[in-house]
């Protein structure tokens, strides 16, 4: 089940919410619990079996990590993390690593093709993230069961995150008054996630799928390609998670922000502090600072990074572009910190963002495509000289038909838009509801009317 869905947003939305509101107290987190397994089973009801023993095996050994004696606490510690990559590993990379070993040694080794558990990257970050700030005694472990479990399966931000930490949430486990007006701005959040989502990104990746599909593109056809990849995962991705953290308010949790305009950032360090911001704290908090971070040696700070992005990369795909993808962020941020620094900080502020938009678009590229030849030939095009010419009739037609959704999409990735609105509820809010209400009716009309199309990062 996906939140952009007719089912979710008409049958299993409004049924859920109005038994969530009508049971009083503690009974909501039965009713949470409960509403989660059916979200997730609804799609993959067997994994529902390895969901549940992820949330019973981390409440468990959080508590014996927490109680036994000091000389154990390591051993349970790795055990626990050990335990924890592994299922990640086995469901997410088993077939990759057993294809890699055969193109590596010519070997046929034949392996079941497992199909990806929905979410369970960002549920086993979330259990690992609680896990190790137990371990740091930076919180106690949740004793009640059914409370850890609606902390390990709740279902707004199972699939596509954020990767919410139980630290940040621990006080409305216990506690998460719902009002009206909370209601509200949930249900704000959530229709201009699904707007993003419906109208903007489902659009951009017909165009993103006519050219990348084409076997011959003109230099400006595969810019063009690019541009609309580049807006259609942004919106994808956070109009998802403007959707989660919707539905958290709605329920009486406040997630943080997952995306603050990336695209508006004037360096590639500062755009991944705006981009899948939970993600990249998460990697800096459990696996960047505990190497050592930026207090090593100029060596192992380097070493430092290239992992982390590395890991980065492969945490969101069984591939070797994702890999390259990751590396290819590290040694940019090596050369931002290193050998850019200065002429970034006198350069222009239009030079940086321009910079920083073109290094991002780059990086897309060998996101989008899943081969090493597809990317050289991808960018083959971009930078030409190519078979069909700097442009041609397809260029022309995707550049007319898609002029004003690029126009939208330019102004909508940048705060303008939302500071309008907000201004505009303060003076008149009933305006501001009729605006969210005629966006909801189009988002909804498009849903009907086009295909269905899932969420990019519900596979990874």
Not at 91 to 111: A, C, P
Request: hydrophobic share 50%.
């Amino acid at each position: 089940m996906v939140f952009s869905s007719i089912f979710f947003i008409f049958c299993f939305l409004p049924v859920f919410m109005l038994v969530y509101y009508l049971v009083p107290g503690r009974g909501r987190d039965i009713v949470l619990f409960i509403g989660s397994l059916i979200f997730y089973a609804w799609g993959e009801p067997v994994y529902v079996i390895l969901m549940l023993f992820s949330a019973l095996f981390n409440y468990y050994m959080g508590m014996e990590i927490y109680d036994c004696p000091e000389e154990s606490i390591k051993i349970n510690l790795i055990f626990t993390v050990v335990v924890n990559v592994f299922i990640l590993c086995f469901f997410k990379y088993f077939g990759f690593l057993l294809d890699t070993v055969s193109g590596i040694t010519g070997l046929s080794i034949g392996h079941p093709e497992l199909s990806l558990p929905i979410g369970i990257s960002f549920y086993t970050f979330k259990n690992l993230s609680y896990i190790l700030d137990v371990h740091r005694e930076k919180i106690e472990p949740q004793r009640n069961f059914l409370t850890f479990c609606v902390y390990s399966t709740m279902f707004p931000h199972m699939a596509a995150g954020p990767i919410v930490r139980y630290a940040d949430i621990e006080k409305q486990l216990a506690r998460r008054p719902v009002s009206i007006a909370k209601f509200g701005v949930g249900a704000e959040y959530f229709i201009k996630g699904l707007a993003k989502k419906v109208i903007l990104a489902d659009n951009l990746a017909v165009i993103f799928g006519a050219i990348s599909s084409s076997s011959h593109n003109a230099v400006l056809t595969a810019w063009i390609g690019i541009f609309a990849y580049t807006m259609e995962i942004y919106f994808d991705f956070s109009g998802y998670s403007d959707m989660a953290i919707g539905l958290g308010k709605m329920l009486g949790f406040d997630f943080q922000k997952n995306f603050d305009y990336p695209y508006i950032s004037e360096t590639i360090t500062e755009f991944w502090r705006r981009w899948h911001m939970s993600l990249g704290s998460w990697f800096r908090d459990y696996i960047y600072i505990p190497l050592g971070g930026n207090r090593v040696s100029m060596p192992k700070h380097i070493r430092n990074i290239l992992v982390v992005w590395a890991l980065t990369g492969l945490w969101h795909g069984a591939s070797w572009n994702f890999v390259l993808w990751g590396v290819y962020y590290g040694l940019l941020l090596l050369l931002e910190k290193f050998v850019l620094s200065d002429l970034l900080q006198k350069a222009p502020a239009a030079v940086r963002k321009a910079y920083t938009m073109f290094a991002v678009m780059i990086g897309w590229v060998f996101f989008s495509q899943t081969s090493f030849g597809a990317i050289a030939k991808y960018l083959g095009t971009m930078f030409g000289p190519a078979a069909s010419g700097f442009a041609d009739s397809a260029t022309f037609y995707y550049f007319r038909t898609g002029i004003v959704l690029f126009v939208i999409c330019v102004i909508s990735c940048r705060p303008f838009l939302q500071d309008r609105f907000r201004r505009l509820m303060k003076r008149n809010m009933s305006l501001a509801i009729a605006i969210d209400a005629a966006l909801f009716a189009v988002s909804i009309a498009y849903m009907v009317y086009n295909s269905y199309s899932p969420f990019l990062y519900a596979k990874f």
